[in-house]
C-alpha cells in the first residue's frame, strides 16, 4: 500500500500520544461548486477502539476516487468510525456571508450534530480531544466548538480521519444533488453535482439560474 496514495493514521498518532483520546477529522466539499450548498464532514476516531488499524483499506482521498468506490465504501466507513456528521450552507448563505463564512457555519452545524451524540462532549473533555483540519489555512480559527485545531496540507489525502470525513461528506453532498436534479433537470444536476461543467454552463445561458444557484459566482458566467 503506497503511503503516497493512501492515507495512514501517523498524525493523528502522534496527536493521540499528546494526551489526546479524541480526533476529529475535517474536510469540506463543494467550495468550488456553482451551485447547491457547501458540505462539511466531520469524522471522529478513538484511540481506545480496538479495531483502529482496521479502517476500510480501500480508502483515499475522495478525489482520487470514483462516485461507485465511495458508494461502496461508505458503509464500512460509517461503522469504523466512532460517529461522524456532515454539515451544510445552502447557496443563499454562502451569497449572503461569502464562502469562508459559509464553512464556518456548516462545521458548526456539522460539530454540535456530533458532539450531541452519547456523551462525547463529556468524554472529550475530561479524555481529550482535538481537531484535524485539511489544508493551508485554518477557516476554523484557532478553536473550534472549544477544541483546539491542528492544521496539516493534504490531510484528506495521507490522514485517515479526515480522508474519512471527505469521502462521507462527499457521498452525502452528491446524493442531495441527485435528489435536486429530479425538481431541476434541465440543469443536469446528477451529472456534475452543481460544478461549472460545460453542459452545466450551457444549461445556465438556456435557462437562468434557478433556486439553487449561487447568484453572486454567476457574474462572469452570464456576462
Given at each position: 500500500m503506497s503511503l503516497k496514495t493512501f492515507p495512514t493514521l501517523q498524525t493523528e498518532s502522534k496527536l493521540f500520544e499528546r494526551g489526546n483520546r479524541f480526533v476529529i477529522g475535517i474536510d469540506e466539499v463543494g467550495r468550488g461548486a456553482i451551485a447547491g450548498p457547501v458540505a462539511v464532514g466531520v469524522s471522529l476516531i478513538d484511540r481506545q477502539n480496538p479495531n483502529l488499524n482496521s479502517w476500510p483499506e480501500k480508502l483515499q482521498d475522495s478525489k482520487l476516487m470514483t462516485p461507485k468506490s465511495r458508494a461502496e465504501i461508505k458503509e464500512p466507513l460509517e461503522a469504523?468510525?466512532?460517529?461522524?456528521?456532515v454539515g451544510y450552507s445552502s447557496n443563499q448563505e454562502i451569497d449572503e456571508s461569502g464562502i469562508s463564512e459559509a464553512l464556518k457555519m456548516a462545521a458548526a452545524r456539522a460539530l454540535t450534530e456530533l458532539l450531541s451524540k452519547d456523551t462525547l462532549r463529556a468524554d472529550i473533555a475530561t479524555q481529550?480531544?482535538?481537531?484535524?483540519?485539511?489544508?493551508?489555512?485554518?477557516?476554523?480559527?484557532?478553536?473550534?466548538?472549544?477544541?483546539?485545531?491542528?492544521?496539516?496540507?493534504?490531510?484528506?489525502?495521507?490522514?485517515?480521519?479526515?480522508?474519512?470525513?471527505?469521502?462521507?461528506?462527499?457521498?452525502?453532498?452528491?446524493?442531495l444533488m441527485e435528489l435536486q436534479d429530479l425538481d431541476?433537470?434541465?440543469?443536469?444536476?446528477?451529472?456534475?453535482?452543481?460544478?461549472?461543467?460545460?453542459?452545466?454552463i450551457e444549461a445556465l445561458r438556456a435557462h437562468g439560474p434557478s433556486s439553487l444557484h449561487r447568484v453572486t459566482w454567476l457574474t462572469r458566467i452570464l456576462a
Open positions: 469504523w468510525v466512532h460517529s461522524y456528521a481529550g480531544g482535538v481537531i484535524l483540519l485539511d489544508g493551508s489555512q485554518n477557516w476554523l480559527g484557532k478553536q473550534a466548538a472549544g477544541l483546539e485545531v491542528d492544521l496539516q496540507v493534504k490531510a484528506d489525502t495521507t490522514c485517515v480521519s479526515v480522508a474519512c470525513a471527505a469521502v462521507l461528506a462527499k457521498v452525502n453532498r452528491d446524493a431541476h433537470p434541465e440543469y443536469g444536476f446528477a451529472g456534475h453535482k452543481g460544478y461549472a461543467s460545460a453542459k452545466h
